[in-house]
């Protein structure tokens, strides 16, 4: 299998025949169509397709191969006691195409790393642009060179939380749909429609609707915890964001009110960085570079100097994945006192490239990491090299 032959992993709708004849369906559109046709007319069943990362790319795989062999040879064969228009009878046989067969599972995680590659090149690629132009959606202020600026003034100024930039993709495509849900004066969480721009504003002041609603899957393209981990459930994402806006509910000063043309009902607040071997931890990420160098003897920003954005990462992520395990970062012993060990052993090092540049480690061991948010703070690698490199991995 090639990653070359990947199709559709931006997921724009385009006509998709169907794997097993010459019918046509508009995917990712119509998934609903095309899964009832493929079930009621080959009594074809598709296991878990909600992990599939890229249906388009996967149809199309699996047209290939059953041109050349029948469907037995790939698929399991089922006995229901039902026809596909549901009424009874026995012994009615089905097809199930699912990862228990290994060159599915092997196309699954394939599909699902170009997709994410994809992804991560698209996100690095906004991260270094300078190109970028756009007046704010709530005020006068004009903006450009950089999109996390113009994130972070929604966030400060109108207390528009998306997220921080660094977990965001295709900002563009994000602003210009949620600049259309406000002119369309819908609300962006509760997606409710008012009668003008002021009933709407103090709608979305008094009830604290100023995210986007995480029930709203087409949202789901624009954050890159989506590519990284394609088994997490959105509700575990809904439930962690709910959790925190009733803790910053209980903070809010209903009393307040807005300046002319600004929805400023709080301020930015700086989030710890925790030491990466320890809990110490301080708002400054100097504080722990220094701290890390004096405790540990690990000079992180010698370690990282001549590797990209992605690469360092990685680093972070692979150091935090052998701790939580309790193995030595550098020889991976697995000891109860991991600390100690590496101390006397004088292993506070990273091994060998190959160990920890591994795309398991593109995920983070928690949901905001803020050691991985300063990363571009000591990032000095040529940011054009950096999305060659990652466009050499796909």
Known sequence: MYKSQFVGLDDKPCETKCLLC???????????????????????????????????????????KFKEAPLTTYCTMLLMDCTPDG???????????????????????????AKLEWALAQQEAERVDTSFKRGCMFCRMEFCGSRAVYIKHLYQKHNIHFGKSENLVFIDELLDKIQS????????????TF?????????????????????????????????LEPERTWKQRQNNQEAKN???????????????????????????ITCLFCNYSNNELVYILKHMKE????????????????????????????????????????????LEHMKNEQ?????????????QYYFPMSENDSFLYNLDAISDSDEESDIENLNKTT
């Open 22 to 64: 010459n019918c046509t369906f508009v995917l990712p559109t119509n998934e609903n169509d095309f899964l009832t046709h493929l079930y009621v007319t080959h009594r074809l069943i598709i296991g878990d397709i909600w992990k599939i990362a890229s249906l388009k790319s996967y149809i199309h795989y699996w047209s290939i």
């Open 87 to 113: 009424k009874p009878s026995k012994n009615e046989y089905y097809f199930l195409l699912s990862d228990c067969l290994l060159e599915d599972k092997t196309l699954r995680y394939e599909i699902h790393q």
């Open 181 to 192: 849900t406000i002119e369309s004066l819908i609300c962006i969480y509760c997606e409710k």
């Open 195 to 227: 009668k003008d721009r002021l009933v709407l504003k103090e709608h979305m002041r008094k009830k604290f609707h100023k995210s986007i609603n995480p029930n709203n899957k087409t949202y789901d393209k624009f954050y890159i915890i989506n590519y």
């Open 246 to 272: 009733s803790q910053t509910l209980e903070g809010v000063n209903s009393e307040n009110e807005d300046e002319e043309g600004s929805w400023s009902d709080w301020n930015d607040e700086s989030v710890a």
């Open 295 to 338: 405790e540990y003897n690990f000079d992180f920003e010698e370690t990282v100097k001549d590797l990209t954005f992605y690469q360092k990462v990685k680093v972070v992520n692979y150091i935090k994945k052998q701790l939580q395990l309790q193995q030595c970062i550098f020889c991976e012993t697995k000891i109860d006192n991991i």
């Open 347 to 359: 292993h506070y090092k990273i091994p060998e490239t190959k160990v920890w540049d591994q795309p």
